[in-house]
Each structure stands twice: as structure tokens, then as C-alpha cells.
């Protein structure tokens, strides 16, 4: 039931239905799960990241879910805490409560924001980061979207800014054009891992070369299918 067509108000666009968002976090409960692996992975390029990125730090996460990866390093890293704030735009708003909690647990400058990621208003008073998560996002929307995510990011971006992306080895496979679609973008690879942990998860990292973008209000970047 993914529609795309128009519903019955008029004018309005048809809404696809959503899986339960909340219900999809909890195969973070099992260690053994793949999305456990991919975000030890994520976690990783984070703590990674914050290694290699002394000073003030801002980050920002698009569809952050529970803001698990972001918020799992940072519990972890007690004495980065204080350099870093930013933002996690969540839809679902008891996801975007669990990680409100969390971040005020650990005394976070991170807001949580209840706000459509797949439009640039959202990102108005946000940007520029510099760290951009887009994990979970790649999945769920059609590559006509992921190739005007990736083109967008640049907007989202601070100078020499690191994106973290994430999409599986689902057919298609679109992990080969993702990566090119970042190199058009400006942005240079710093890693792709593959078949994470034996599973078919794929964490790409990539840092911007270019120089950033403005940020153009009023676009739609993309829309969740499932
Ligand atoms: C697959 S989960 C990924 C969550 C998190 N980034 C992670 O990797 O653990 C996708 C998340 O995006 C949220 N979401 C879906 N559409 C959204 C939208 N248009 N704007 C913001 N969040 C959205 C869902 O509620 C869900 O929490």
C-alpha cells in the first residue's frame, strides 16, 4: 500500500503508510540483529570522527529515529559531551521523545526536533553541521530521492564536513551509484564498508571537498515509501 497518486482531498498528495518506527528500534535489543551491527558500525565512524575533529563540534542527524548512534558514542564519551551540539529531526514523536530524554539525561546541547527531514525548511536555523548522519534513510525512499539527498547534503554541510550514510545490499543495489553520486557532489570517500559483520548493511563515509552550499528553502528532498 505505497501509494503515490493523489487521495481523495483534493490536491493533496497521497501519504505512503509507514512501518511502526517505534516497534523497528527494538531490533537494537539484540545484540545479534544486523541493525545492532550497522550501528556499532555507525558508532564507530562517529567516535572516529570526533577523534579526528578537535574543538566545537555541530552535528546533525536526519530521521534520527531514537538517535541511537550519535547518543550511544556520546554516552560513552562523557568528556566530549560538552563540545558538541546540534540537532536530530525525527517525525515520529515517541521516537523523538525517547531520544529528548536521553539527551537531556546526559545534559546534551542536541535538540530534538518533531519535523519533516525530507524538506529543506526543516533544516532552517540547523545548518551547517559538521557531522551529517543519514542512517535508516537510504532503505526507505526511491533513488530518485537518494540522488537529491546526496546532491542536498552539500547544503547541510560546514566546510570539510563528514557525512555518514547507510544503505544495504537490497536489490537494487544502489550502493555503487550512491558513491558516485556523492563524488559529483564534491565530496571525497573516506570509507565504504561492505557486508557488514556478515550482513548485507553498508556504512558509507564521506567528507565534502567542495565548499558548501546556501541552504534553498522550499524543496522537497525526499518522502519515505515504507
Ligand atoms: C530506519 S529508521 C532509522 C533511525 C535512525 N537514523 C537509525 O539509524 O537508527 C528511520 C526513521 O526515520 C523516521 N522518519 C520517516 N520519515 C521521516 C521524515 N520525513 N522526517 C523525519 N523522520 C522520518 C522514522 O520515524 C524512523 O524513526
Known amino acids: 500500500m505505497y501509494g503515490h497518486g493523489m487521495n481523495d482531498v483534493e490536491g493533496m498528495p497521497e501519504q505512503p503508510r509507514l512501518r511502526d518506527y517505534v516497534a523497528w528500534h ?10 545492532s551491527a550497522r550501528l556499532r558500525q555507525v558508532q564507530g565512524h562517529i567516535a572516529d570522527w570526533l577523534d579526528r ?6 552535528v546533525l542527524s536526519a530521521c534520527a529515529g531514537q538517535g541511537h548512534d550519535i547518543l550511544g558514542v556520546l554516552e560513552e564519551r562523557p568528556s566530549d559531551r560538552a563540545r558538541v551540539s546540534g540537532a536530530l529531526v525525527e517525525l515520529d514523536p515517541t521516537n523523538a521523545a525517547i531520544a529528548r530524554a536521553r539527551t537531556a539525561r546526559l545534559g546534551l546541547d542536541i535538540s ?6 525530507g524538506t529543506t525548511d526543516s533544516y532552517i536555523g540547523l545548518v551547517p553541521a559538521d557531522l551529517v548522519l543519514l542512517s535508516g534513510i537510504m532503505g526507505n525512499i526511491t533513488a530518485e530521492d537518494i540522488e537529491r539527498l546526496v546532491h542536498v547534503s552539500r547544503q547541510l554541510c560546514a566546510p570539510g564536513a563528514t557525512v555518514i550514510w547507510t544503505r544495504g545490499a537490497q536489490e537494487p543495489d544502489l550502493g555503487p551509484d550512491i558513491r558516485c553520486w556523492f563524488a559529483e557532489t564534491g565530496f571525497g570517500e573516506v570509507s565504504c564498508d561492505e557486508w557488514i559483520e556478515g ?10 571537498d567542495a565548499d558548501p552550499e546556501p541552504l534553498v528553502p522550499g524543496h522537497r528532498i525526499f518522502t519515505f515509501t515504507r
Do not use: F, I, Q, W
Not at 527494538?26 to 541493525?35: E, I, K, M, T, V
Open 53 to 58: 575533529t578537535p574543538g566545537a563540534v555541530r
Open 26 to 35: 527494538r531490533a537494537y535489543d539484540d545484540p545479534a540483529s544486523s541493525l
Open 199 to 208: 550482513t548485507g548493511m553498508r556504512v558509507g563515509v564521506e567528507r565534502l
Open 112 to 117: 530534538v526536533l518533531e519535523r519533516d527531514a
